[in-house]
């Protein structure tokens, strides 16, 4: 069983940028497909990018298309959101999230989750 723990959150201006990382222990950490949810209050969690466990698939949400990128370093246990161009809607606890199977969809298929991590973009 796989454990997640994110971290890299913050408050940032808009316009500005962060890094997410997401620790994972467990030896078959590399073969997981990882993805990044978030949730503002008062609305449901929503997916915002995935990446296979192979490493040859990648899926945005529309919203974050062109400004986020997702990426892994299997030598380090860890899964990236690398985010750009931040604005007040990104404003969210954001979430990383794992599953066994090498595809992104469906996403009721990811079970493993982390704690979350607080982002707040200002305007």
């Known amino acids: 069983q796989v454990q997640l723990v994110e971290s890299g959150g913050g408050l940032v201006q808009a316009g500005g940028s962060l890094r997410l990382s997401c620790a994972a222990s467990g030896r078959t950490f590399a073969s997981y ?12 969690r929503e997916f915002v ?7 040859d698939s990648t899926h ?3 919203s974050v298309k062109g400004r ?4 892994r370093d ?24 794992a599953k066994v199977w090498d595809r992104i969809l ?5 079970r ?4 979350g991590t607080q982002v707040t973009v200002s305007s």
């Open 49 to 55: 990018a995935g990446l296979t466990g192979s490493g």
């Open 106 to 110: 469906p996403l009721n298929e990811f």
């Open 68 to 71: 986020f990128t997702i990426a």
């Open 74 to 97: 299997s030598a380090r246990n860890t899964v990236y959101l690398q985010m750009n161009s931040l604005k007040p809607v990104d404003t969210a606890v954001y979430y990383c999230a």
């Open 33 to 44: 497909t990882m993805g990044w949810f978030r949730q503002a209050p008062g609305r449901e």
């Open 112 to 115: 493993t989750w982390g704690q």
């Open 60 to 62: 945005y949400a529309d």
